[in-house]
């Protein structure tokens, strides 16, 4: 009963994130510009909450960590499948190997900066967003 929740919440910050000038791509299965949403179309039914959001470039990692740091809803760290949301700055680079980052066939990828990885909880999706924005208002300027 809860991952259908925390889904939808999931996937309605998705869309809302994918709309903002900050935002250089949303990694999220269920959008049909996401790399490999073929395959998660053809083998999942649902979404969880995990998703993860490139920011452009512009912004520097201090942004980025005050960005993550002022969001009020949103816990730092990594999810193992819990009720609250979580965020976190995750650097690509750490733990890719086999290919470059990022990957040369997205478009605008000379536009890519920091990753954001966001896992959605059950709190309101509405509220989550409000708290996006807030923080993404005063520090991703």
Not at 66 to 72: G, R, T, V, Y
Not at 100 to 107: F, G, I, N
Not at 110 to 118: C, Q
Not at 130 to 140: N, V, Y
Request: charged share 25%.
């Amino acid at each position: 009963v809860r991952i259908p929740a925390h889904g939808e919440r999931s996937t309605t910050l998705a869309k809302w994130l994918k709309r903002r000038h900050e935002i250089v791509r949303v990694l999220h299965p269920a959008l049909p510009d996401c790399p490999g949403h073929l395959h998660w179309q053809r083998d999942f039914s649902g979404v969880s909450g995990l998703f993860s959001v490139v920011l452009h470039k512009r912004y520097r990692q201090a942004q980025v960590d005050a960005f993550i740091e002022d969001l009020q809803l949103f816990g730092i760290g990594y999810s193992w499948g819990g009720s609250q949301s979580l965020v976190m700055h995750y650097d690509v680079m750490e733990t890719r190997s086999a290919t470059t980052w990022p990957p040369t066939d997205w478009p605008n990828a000379d536009t890519v900066g920091s990753l954001v990885r966001f896992y959605c909880g059950l709190e309101d999706a509405r509220d989550l967003i409000a708290d996006i924005k807030e923080s993404m208002t005063r520090h991703l300027v």
